[in-house]
């Protein structure tokens, strides 16, 4: 693994993310609530471009007739089918078993780095 050094930490504010290509992956690194997290921009369903989609948030389990929404900025919905998934943990809220590419994120002396 080589940590790769991509940008400066301010460049991606919360709640925004931002692409970088490393080693011939398309990879998106998200600001959720401070935190970064890296994922493979590719969808395990079928392939999409999965960091093209919104960053959402989503319905909560609840009772019958009940929805409540949350995860607000945590979530990031496939723009092919609306698979979504949990940016943090990289599983899918659709499929359980499906679960997203992460890398490390290094965050240090004010610079991002992606362990690749
Ligand atoms: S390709 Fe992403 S949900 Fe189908």
Redesign the pocket.
């Given at each position: 693994m080589t940590v790769h050094y991509v940008d400066e930490a301010g460049q991606i504010p919360e709640g925004q993310h931002r692409m970088y290509e490393i080693d011939g992956k398309s990879i998106g690194v998200y600001n959720v609530k401070g935190e970064y997290y890296a994922i493979l921009n590719y969808?395990?369903?079928?392939?999409?471009q999965?960091c093209k989609?919104p960053v959402c948030g989503t319905t909560l389990l609840s009772p019958v007739y009940e929805y409540e929404y949350g995860k607000q900025g945590e979530i990031v919905r496939?723009?092919?089918?609306?698979?979504e998934f949990d940016i943090r943990t990289g599983k899918s809220l659709?499929e359980g078993k499906s679960r997203l590419r992460r890398y490390a994120v290094i965050h240090e002396n004010g610079k991002i780095g992606i362990e690749v």
């Amino acid at each position: 693994m080589t940590v790769h050094y991509v940008d400066e930490a301010g460049q991606i504010p919360e709640g925004q993310h931002r692409m970088y290509e490393i080693d011939g992956k398309s990879i998106g690194v998200y600001n959720v609530k401070g935190e970064y997290y890296a994922i493979l921009n590719y969808c395990p369903h079928q392939g999409a471009q999965l960091c093209k989609g919104p960053v959402c948030g989503t319905t909560l389990l609840s009772p019958v007739y009940e929805y409540e929404y949350g995860k607000q900025g945590e979530i990031v919905r496939c723009p092919w089918h609306g698979w979504e998934f949990d940016i943090r943990t990289g599983k899918s809220l659709v499929e359980g078993k499906s679960r997203l590419r992460r890398y490390a994120v290094i965050h240090e002396n004010g610079k991002i780095g992606i362990e690749v």
